[in-house]
């Protein structure tokens, strides 16, 4: 099965909806740190984890992010 995503745009932000399979292919953050960073987020809550493309995006908002959510990362 194909992994189908939703984004919606909120008059505040964005809801993102999807299959529930987000380890079968890499995030995009298309240079926006908010897609970025719920991609990194979205990998904690996968069993096999989230490679995000574009993660230095990031840094606009929460610098050393990717060193934070490492940190909570389960081996």
């Not at 964005?14 to 990998?43: K, N, T, Y």
Request: charged residues 25%.
């Amino acid at each position: 099965m194909a992994s189908e995503r939703i984004i919606e745009a909120l008059e505040d932000g964005f809801a993102v909806r999807g299959s529930g399979d987000a380890a079968r292919r890499p995030d995009r953050g298309h240079g926006d740190h908010r897609l970025a960073l719920l991609g990194a987020v979205a990998g904690l809550a996968s069993q096999e984890g989230v490679e995000v493309e574009g993660m230095e995006a990031a840094e606009v908002s929460y610098p050393g992010f990717a060193d934070d959510i490492a940190a909570l990362a389960v081996s």
